[in-house]
């Protein structure tokens, strides 16, 4: 079964699909089949009129408006209504929902003019809306304004097992074990590449994030060789303001790493449980039980790591609000010193895709749990004494709801600020990894992009192609 739209004029199908793909995530959208219509959309430069089962709704389009955004806020009250789920997004579709609250600041506006352009043109709450002022405040104290000041992002795209809702560069290292040092040596290139670019042209790091897969999922000495060159390439001597690594995974934490990293320097780690729930964990395809999450943690703490991350999921399949409501009181008896939420995003790439979308093995909560479930994490990081610092959105997250970072005062990532602030240029390394080369001066506000291969074979065989043309697309910022 799909839906089925009949639609007069395609031009607009695009902006017809984002408002439908709102209130149906896991159908299958089609327009002007042949079957019977599910809904008939016609629209006029006057009107927008959606037809269903003999039922006609009509919506004028206010002419002094964006037509494109008075059609989807046309076809989200009449969805609303139809189907009685409350999205407090409204009609906005856009990633970084924050940029437009701090663009509206700085042109002088108040907070109510704020609220009310939100729900004038999107239908946004207000509780959206503040919530992307309090986080455009916070990051724009930040925001980074010289272009030599750069970020270093080192991958590693190997986890113990693959989550099923994962589209990441993240091989289940069993099955890449005689691969692994092949990747080191390549990675061990790009470093040392890197590393004299970054003195050649006297850049200044900032900070330092070892991401994934997970960094923690090789095993100790090979993880010891990469903290070591990482350390001495980017970290010693230069003064940065944060290094993170993102453990993410506890079945992968040792003690001998945690000792790396704080033999390194390692500033910042995350510990990510996703949920405290046993039955949830293992169904998708984590490994690894909540208990393990709490010694992890407990040894972390025990080893004086003082800013400690942990991410959570609100969404994930067969996952209600009692189930949350543990992963809350869990956590909140950890303590973390920031925290954050996630969404749950449907990847088309994913097995968890196939198995909602495709099979329907599993579910999803109902957007009304879904709403509830965001409230109580909410509360737990107030309860924690955290703020929001940054946000984004994706694309298919159930809920049509967002991610968010809280934090402790002064235990913010200020690498995930310039990330999601685009504010930063970013040379990124390793397989699947993209580097971000922000122009903030003559060409302001624009932003090229390289990405490594994803495949880690390919990334071997190809690591000086990637060295080259990487270099390339740093000299037209760097070489001017």
Aim: charged share 30%; aromatic share 10%; hydrophobic share 35%.
């Amino acid at each position: 079964m799909y839906i089925n739209i009949g639609l007069n004029n395609l031009d607009y199908r695009y902006d017809v699909y984002q408002m439908f793909n709102i209130f149906y995530t896991f159908e299958e959208i089609k327009f002007n089949e042949n079957d019977k219509l599910t809904f008939d959309v016609n629209i006029s430069e006057d009107y927008l009129k959606i037809s269903e089962d003999g039922k006609e709704y009509t919506y004028e389009i206010n002419k002094e408006k964006n037509f494109k955004e008075e059609l989807k806020k046309g076809i989200f009250i009449y969805l609303t209504d139809k189907l009685k789920d409350f999205y407090p997004w409204g009609t906005l579709v856009g990633i970084r929902p924050s940029k437009i609250a701090l663009k509206l600041l700085n042109e002088g506006k108040s907070e109510e003019e704020v609220i009310k352009y939100f729900d004038d043109k999107y239908k946004a709450s207000k509780e959206k809306a503040e919530l992307c002022m309090e986080v455009a405040r916070r990051e724009n104290q930040y925001v980074n304004r010289d272009e030599k000041n750069i970020a270093i992002y080192v991958g590693m795209p190997f986890c113990p097992t693959r989550c099923t809702y994962c589209s990441f560069a993240a091989n289940p290292i069993g099955a890449f074990k005689n691969a692994v040092e092949d990747y080191l040596d390549a990675l061990d290139k790009e470093i040392e590449a890197i590393k004299k670019y970054v003195k050649e042209k006297s850049l200044t790091i900032e900070t330092v994030y070892f991401g994934g897969g997970t960094p923690t999922a090789v095993n100790n000495e090979q993880f010891e060789r990469v903290m070591n060159h990482i350390h001495s390439s980017f970290v010693k001597d230069n003064n940065i303001k944060e290094f993170t690594v993102e453990c993410g995974r506890p079945d992968s934490i040792t003690e001998e790493k945690l000792l790396s990293m704080k033999r390194y320097g390692v500033s910042r780690i995350s510990i990510n449980p996703q949920t405290m729930n046993d039955e949830v964990l293992l169904s998708i395809g984590r490994g690894h039980l909540s208990q393990d999450v709490i010694d992890k943690f407990n040894l972390a703490r025990k080893l004086e790591f003082d800013n400690i991350n942990m991410d959570i999921i609100i969404g994930l399949p067969n996952e209600g609000v009692d189930s949350v409501k543990k992963t809350v009181e869990e956590i909140k008896k950890l303590n973390p010193d920031s925290l954050t939420v996630h969404g749950m995003s449907i990847k088309r790439s994913s097995k968890l895709h196939e198995n909602l979308v495709l099979k329907k093995t599993v579910k999803i909560a109902k957007q009304d749990e879904l709403n509830q479930m965001y409230e109580m994490s909410k509360t737990l990081a107030k309860d924690l004494n955290m703020n929001p610092y940054y946000m984004y959105r994706q694309k298919n997250m159930v809920g049509n709801m967002e991610n968010v970072g809280f934090s402790r005062e002064g235990k913010e990532c200020l690498y995930n600020m310039q990330m999601i602030e685009d504010s930063q240029t970013i040379i990124a390394l390793g397989a699947d990894a993209v580097s971000k080369v922000v122009y903030l001066n003559e060409n302001k506000n624009r932003i090229e992009r390289f990405a490594n291969v994803k495949d880690v074979k390919g990334y071997i065989d190809r690591i000086d192609e990637m060295i080259e043309r990487k270099m390339a697309l740093l000299d037209t910022l760097y070489s001017l």
